[in-house]
């Protein structure tokens, strides 16, 4: 079975702030893939990146980050110079090869502030 | 716009009654999955039906079934609703593959009163 925890409830931050995100997962599979979603107050989920298990190249992409790294069983996403349409709910998933649903982390609330 | 659409996207209703959501895949996905996201369950995966069949089962309620018809277009039956019902019902789609992104539907918000 697989598990996402994210410890963080919410953070709150003012604009230009970076905000870093945890995720910490548990999965028995070799092979799997674990993504970040972001849910604006609209209420859609909004696929933001993914990140399969054997390649733990970390990248950029614009202002969003991420650092996955399997030794602590971590995926960890960065938001650099926030802004306030940043603020919603980000959620961290996990799926495994042969796995065909997302588990989803409780999600974190992020707040940012003009 | 993910091109998932899900209709409708507000739906009010007694306990006791039944609904049908309605889901739409983007172009050219084979693959459905449904979502539970309750402020008590947090965000559940309920089920996936994949070119008309299903595939996965998740912590779905004996009370909810779903089909997926041959346009690939599915729909989500929640039937005798519970005040507990009340939730946000999302759709995904993704391509053949177990390995694809899934893309969410904007969602609807069932109320059970």
């Known amino acids: 079975a697989q598990k996402v925890t994210q410890a963080q409830t919410e953070i709150s931050v003012v604009e230009k702030e970076d905000v870093t995100l945890d995720c910490v997962y548990e999965?028995?599979?070799?092979?799997?893939?674990l993504f970040w979603y972001k849910q604006p107050p609209s209420g859609e989920l909004v696929f933001l990146i993914r990140?399969?298990?054997?390649?733990?190249q970390n990248e950029i992409s614009g202002r969003y980050s991420w650092n996955f790294q399997k030794s602590t069983s971590s995926f960890n996403f960065t938001i650099t110079a926030s802004q306030v349409v940043d603020s919603a709910v980000y959620f961290c998933?996990?799926?495994?090869?042969?796995?065909?649903?997302?588990?989803f982390g409780a999600g974190t609330t992020v707040t940012v502030r003009a | 716009d993910s091109g998932v659409t899900q209709t409708p996207k507000h739906l009010i209703t007694a306990t006791g009654q039944r609904v049908t959501l309605r889901c739409s895949p983007r172009?050219?996905?084979?693959?459905v999955y449904w979502y539970q996201q309750s402020l008590d369950q947090g965000l559940q995966f309920l089920i996936q039906?994949?070119?008309?069949?299903?595939?996965a089962k998740g912590n779905i309620l004996e009370r909810f079934s779903a089909q997926q018809f041959p346009d690939l277009h599915s729909e989500l039956n929640l039937s005798s609703l519970e005040l507990g019902d009340s939730a946000l019902y999302f759709c995904?789609?993704?391509?053949?593959?177990?390995?694809?992104?899934?893309?969410f539907g904007p969602g609807t918000r069932l109320t059970v009163l």
């Open positions: 995904a789609s993704s391509g053949s593959s177990t390995t694809d992104t899934q893309y």
């Open positions: 999965t028995r599979d070799t092979t799997y893939y």
């Open positions: 990140r399969n298990s054997f390649d733990e």
């Open positions: 998933a996990l799926s495994a090869f042969n796995d065909y649903k997302l588990s």
């Open positions: 172009s050219g996905d084979l693959s």
């Open positions: 039906y994949y070119n008309g069949e299903e595939r």
